[in-house]
């Protein structure tokens, strides 16, 4: 079946930056959009930012002009460069991709990465 695998995450200072990466694998025949969510103790999940195939990409307000989406298409894997982080950014972050799968017959999907941890100490 179809994974997302996520990298990056962990512990930085505000202020700081991180970078985090999600890289789809399986049987896989298109990726239309790709984007990423977080989620804090005791809150719903929320949407961080989203980027279409074209290149089209919409944030939360709250990461507007600190955040940046972006994607390799060839090698199907997604971005966010996390600048001027904040304590509220603290979160477990989820990839998310809506994916075309090939199979004996195609079918499209929603698919979500195993979530990484981010961590913002003030």
């Known amino acids: 079946q179809v994974q997302l695998e996520e990298s990056g995450g962990g512990l930085v200072q505000a202020g700081g930056s991180l970078g985090l990466s999600c890289a789809p694998s399986g049987r896989i025949r298109s990726i239309k959009t790709m984007g990423w969510y977080r989620q804090a103790p005791g809150k719903q999940r929320e949407l961080v930012a989203v980027?279409?195939?074209?290149?089209?990409?919409n944030y939360a307000d709250s990461v507007k002009g600190r955040f940046t989406i972006s994607r390799d298409n060839a090698k199907n894997t997604v971005y966010l460069q996390m600048n001027s982080l904040k304590p509220e950014d603290t979160a477990v972050y989820y990839c998310?991709?809506?994916?075309?799968?090939?199979?004996?017959?195609?079918?499209?999907?929603?698919?979500w990465g195993q979530g990484t941890q981010v961590t913002v100490s003030s």
């Open positions: 998310n991709a809506r994916i075309i799968a090939a199979a004996t017959v195609a079918y499209e999907a929603n698919y």
């Open positions: 980027i279409t195939s074209e290149g089209n990409t």
